[in-house]
């Protein structure tokens, strides 16, 4: 259990005693109704004599509803009297696959818990969590205080029954009633042997205190004798468990046991031999290795890996726990300090480990309490009705006022505005000629602009035209002249000329070798370049049978 304190008392109620615990800061101890609080969470669990337990299989195909269908089966399959009120849960078993879902199913008899409770109940209030026995040892994996791992086997006798319960990986998988094996039938078969009459009470002491090797050899034989008869009741339904689950080649991890009165490590070891000759339970041979504590393994023994005493786990549930001594009653407890023991059965502190779980994250699947707290206002639908009331109550209440306080509002912003509507009319119209003045202002400045933008845009073209003028005018007259020159000498006569800033386009008529030399005059000058790209030369026949060529030349100035 937690180091740190609990926030919320929890308060488990015995029903074998009929006393209340209450585990508050880490603190257990027996109280009285006076002292509970009413913000404890209480808790009890259903004796296992009273729990039915089978698993139902459903198709997965089936439209039926689930849980009519397992309705069904459970009363089918447990022989229920339809003319009485019973409490099933039920949950999903691990073992689920295919097309079938197993469901684990638990049946309790409504009239019992009434009976069990209805007193009890009424004295606390409420009971906000009912478990039942055999699902309470789950507890013990839930708080790693047990690995879950294997088939485990809890076997537990009690005052006038005895149970065996089976877990395979943490889940419940088989639960029996023995009503033939209990304390008081070991008691009753023992006097019987005797032919002595026991009191019950001298009876458990000599267990608490010898287990059943009694320092007396006639009555060491005599209970084992009726130990040797328990057990083979005890294996018969063990091996039917076995048998019903397909498990006969599936060892068992680990045996826990248990009795009310406490257990002893000689009755321990008395269960350790019951399992060492667990195929062949021969009486005599049974009886032999009873009194001689013979584990013997061999070809008979089912092996068990571990056995243990679950009183033992006191120690790992509440060892930071203050103010209680854990009930171990071992051979060598006398009468004088077993009473100053702080008897708790198990199932009370496992109720313990179930309410912090429930605390921590609620699981109400297996709950059976009919005596559960009413939800809160809110959450009920009487309280959402009176919420809903009080809301549209208000809502008329505060309607009107609303309506009348918001015209009151509107009507004085209203007078506010008309008060300040003269000046702000008269702020608009001073604003309106402001801006038509200013209007009028850049009306003005645009045209001035214009104009100024036409003048200088003149003046810019007249500076370029005279410039160009200067530059190309002289460059074309220096190129025709120089072209004059060239034309003189080569005997070529110009047929078209065509002038632009930079170059100068020629149509020259002449032979062949008159044209080739005038372009070669040409080329020879850096300054000039001619595209080759744009000579084109024809040859002409003239009628006296002569022939002069045709060209097409741009002249380029280069620099």
Do not use: W
């Amino acid at each position: 259990m937690s180091r740190k304190n609990n926030k919320r008392d929890i308060i488990a109620y015995d029903i074998n005693s009929n006393k209340l615990y209450r585990l508050a800061n880490n603190i257990l101890n027996e109280i009285t109704i006076k002292d509970k609080t009413k913000t404890a969470y209480n808790i009890s669990y259903m004796p296992g004599l009273e729990v039915k337990y089978s698993s139902v299989d459903v198709s997965n195909e089936s439209d039926e509803d689930e849980i009519n269908v397992i309705t069904n089966k459970i009363y089918e399959s447990l022989g229920l009297d339809i003319d009485k009120d019973y409490n099933i849960t039920y949950g999903i078993s691990n073992a689920s696959m295919g097309v079938n879902t197993i469901y684990n199913v638990f049946v309790v008899d409504n009239e019992k818990i009434a009976e069990t409770f209805d007193e009890v109940a009424k004295k606390i209030n409420y009971i906000d969590y009912l478990d039942m026995e055999p699902l309470l040892y789950k507890t013990y994996y839930s708080n790693q205080i047990l690995d879950s791992m294997g088939l485990q086997m809890f076997i537990y006798l009690h005052k006038t029954y005895a149970t065996l319960t089976f877990y395979k990986d943490g889940e419940l998988i088989y639960y029996r009633v023995l009503n033939k094996l209990s304390i008081d039938m070991l008691h009753a078969a023992y006097c019987n042997d005797l032919s002595e009459r026991i009191s019950e009470r001298i009876f458990i002491d000599d267990l608490n205190r010898y287990g059943f090797d009694h320092i007396e050899e006639a009555k060491k034989i005599s209970l084992n004798k009726v130990l040797a008869d328990a057990f083979k009741l005890l294996v018969s339904n063990i091996s039917f468990g076995i048998k019903t689950l397909s498990l006969a080649d599936m060892g068992i991890s680990r045996v826990i046991v248990g009795t009310d009165i406490g257990l002893s490590d000689n009755f321990l070891r008395k269960i350790e031999t019951m399992f060492s000759c667990f195929r062949s339970i021969d009486p005599d041979e049974l009886i032999d290795r009873l009194l001689e504590n013979n584990i013997e393994i061999n070809s008979n023994t089912l092996r068990v890996n571990q056995f243990l005493n679950i009183h033992k786990f006191k120690y790992d549930l509440f060892k930071n726990t203050k103010e209680f001594i854990p009930n171990i009653k071992a051979q060598e407890n006398t009468l004088e300090n077993v009473e100053h023991e702080l008897n708790i059965n198990p199932f009370v502190l496992m109720s313990f480990l179930k309410a912090q779980e429930q605390l921590k994250e609620p699981m109400p699947t297996f709950n059976i309490s009919t005596y559960l707290r009413p939800l809160p206002l809110l959450k009920r639908r009487s309280g959402q009705l009176i919420l809903t009331a009080v809301l549209a109550l208000l809502l008329a209440i505060l309607y009107p006022i609303f309506n009348y306080s918001y015209g009151y509002y509107l009507s004085f912003k209203s007078d506010t505005l008309s008060q300040q509507l003269p000046s702000v009319k008269e702020t608009h119209d001073k604003l309106s000629q402001q801006i038509s003045g200013l209007k009028s202002q850049i009306d003005s400045l645009n045209q001035n602009i214009n104009q100024s933008k036409q003048r200088y845009s003149y003046i810019a073209n007249l500076l370029d035209e005279i410039y160009n003028k200067k530059q190309h005018y002289y460059a074309r007259a220096k190129m025709v002249k120089d072209l004059t020159g060239f034309l003189n000498v080569s005997n070529v006569k110009i047929t078209t000329l065509e002038a632009n800033a930079n170059t100068i386009e020629l149509g020259l008529k002449g032979g062949n070798i008159e044209v080739a030399n005038f372009l070669n005059s040409i080329s020879s000058v850096d300054k000039y370049s001619i595209d080759s790209k744009d000579i084109n030369i024809q040859n002409i026949i003239n009628p006296d049978g002569s022939s002069e060529y045709v060209s097409k030349v741009v002249i380029r100035v280069v620099k």
